[in-house]
């Protein structure tokens, strides 16, 4: 029987998961790992410790599967990470992720040189230091002998991608992250890179998500125990590749991402820039995806859990939200502002804090998980109320992550954002499964994308907005709205 491998680069774990082409999960690996924290601002992790877990994982996998049967890998990976690695690989630093924002003082730089206009204009993004350009610029300004030293600047799955073949890539879905990448021609604009001091050749030459970057190395084999005859795809974001591992790849049809991050996706046919959202390439050729991505998914829900749950229950994240149930749509006006790494779109604010608003003597801790709850479902509606002011339409959207475990906070966004929401049975290995699926494309064991979504997509339900709860969200988020309004001065 023949396979497909799918690497998930996660921000806090890395999850390897082997798959028939059908889609169906045969087994899956992962290995945890920490975000390191050093300064204020900072949050950086060892590209090292990622490929150790990939490694581990596939070891794992070998005891039960033959990995001289895996026939293609694809990778998928955390967004805007800038690893400066040496002609051989090796990293000279640790990168800073995509909730760092150090490079704060970067952007004021980029400012005087070039105006947010205009390479708006060009990139269909805002410019901001979770990027990967600012990131790029700061190891210019602020470790300049490693700079000097950095052959290239690799992006979280290019560097797995490299681990595996010894061959440097960047793929178009994570291309966006520089403000220089021209969104419309597909292409970095030289004469923008020169004036911003960009050196273009310290960026891998730029590929399609499913093209074949090359072979298992001898070396990687012998690392993995993986076979020298499996290909290696060029890979994606992942958020893309979530979209696609749920079957997002036709207009208006949209991803809710429940994991750590929250957000969502929007395929289109053409891109469609707007200022306060993020805008990249689709994993899927000729598709680009509006996207909303937040720093407060399902990221608080383990912060509240490990901190005010029973993690000596069986299931303490089920338990906790079990009390929630019980409470009124709108919390009894208790709102939750989920900013707990600052705040990527729509405001932008990298000062902005996470907030309970709305507490008094007879307010539970159930009301308070509750909040949290709809508090994400608000974040999800911001974004996609900021995206309708381009008249796009939204004709379907589906669910993954862990969130979407959990059908009351996925009936929360359906209600709060009125779109039925379809629950796929991936809902956990959606990225995984889309890597796969563009590993299976470049082995061809698909004809086309639409025949791996019907293979390897099932939706398990789908839940549709209850109208009941309408007057309390609307009042609720525009609550949610005020209060960030009232507090952003404070907040700086």
């Known amino acids: 029987m023949k396979y497909l491998l799918g690497i998930d680069i996660g921000t806090t774990s890395a999850k390897v998961t082997l798959f028939d082409y059908d889609g169906n999960i045969l087994i899956h690996s992962s290995r945890s790992y920490e975000v ?18 990939v490694t581990e994982s596939v070891k794992d996998i070998s005891k039960e599967y033959d990995l001289s049967e895996v026939i293609s890998i694809g990778v998928d990976g955390q967004s805007w990470s800038m690893i400066p690695v040496d002609k051989d690989g090796n990293v000279l630093a640790n990168t800073p992720i995509w909730i760092d924002t150090r490079s704060t003082d970067i952007c004021d730089d980029i400012k005087e040189i070039i105006s947010e206009e205009e ?3 060009i990139s269909g993004n805002p410019l901001s230091p979770s990027y990967a350009l600012p990131k790029m610029l700061w190891f210019k300004k602020h470790k300049r002998d490693i700079y000097d030293r950095t052959y290239k600047f690799l992006q979280c799955n290019s560097y797995i991608v490299y681990k595996l073949t010894g061959k440097f890539s960047t793929d178009y879905s994570q291309a966006y992250g520089f403000q220089f990448f021209d969104i419309n021609k597909m292409e970095f ?16 030459e730029l590929y399609a998500s499913d093209d074949v970057i090359g072979h298992v190395s001898l070396k990687a084999a012998k690392e993995t125990g993986l076979s020298t005859e499996t290909l290696v795809v060029a890979g994606g974001l992942d958020a893309a590749c979530a979209t696609l591992g749920v079957g997002v790849i036709h207009d208006g049809e949209t ?9 969502m996706s929007i395929c289109l046919s053409k891109p469609v820039a707007h200022e306060k959202l993020i805008l990249g390439c689709h994993v899927v ?27 000596e229950s069986p299931n303490p994240y089920d338990e906790i939200r079990e009390g929630a149930k019980d409470i009124n749509p709108g919390s009894d006006g208790v709102i939750f502002l989920p900013y707990f790494q600052g705040e990527r779109s729509p405001i932008w604010d990298t000062k902005a804090k996470g907030v309970f608003y709305g507490l008094d003597f007879t307010k539970t801790k159930d009301h308070m998980t509750r909040a949290l709850l709809e508090g994400v479902a608000y974040s999800l509606r911001d974004n996609i109320e900021t995206a309708y002011e381009k008249d796009i339409k939204i004709n379907k959207m589906v669910t993954m992550g862990g969130a979407a475990n959990s059908v009351l906070w996925t009936q929360i966004k359906s209600d709060v954002v009125k779109i039925p929401i379809s629950i796929p049975y991936n809902i956990s ?15 061809k064991v698909y004809s086309s994308y639409d025949e791996a979504i019907e293979r390897c997509i099932k939706i398990k339900t789908t839940l549709v907005p209850n109208e009941d709860t309408y007057l309390a969200y609307d009042e609720g988020f525009k609550k949610y709205k005020e209060i960030y309004n009232r507090l952003k001065g404070v907040n700086n």
């Open 189 to 204: 604009d030289t004469s923008i890179a020169n004036r911003l001091g960009v050196d273009l050749n310290k960026i891998p």
């Open 36 to 53: 390191l924290r050093p300064y204020e601002g900072y949050a950086e992790q060892d590209p090292n410790i990622w490929y150790n877990a």
């Open 255 to 263: 991803q809710e991402q429940g994991g750590t991050a929250g957000g």
């Open 119 to 121: 390479l708006f204009k």
């Open 285 to 311: 050729k000729d598709k680009w995806l509006l996207q909303g991505g937040t720093t407060g998914g399902s990221g608080v829900m383990n912060w509240w859990t490990h901190n005010f749950g029973n993690m």
């Open 429 to 443: 290995s959606a990225s995984s499964l889309g890597a796969a699926i563009l590993a299976g494309i470049g082995a």
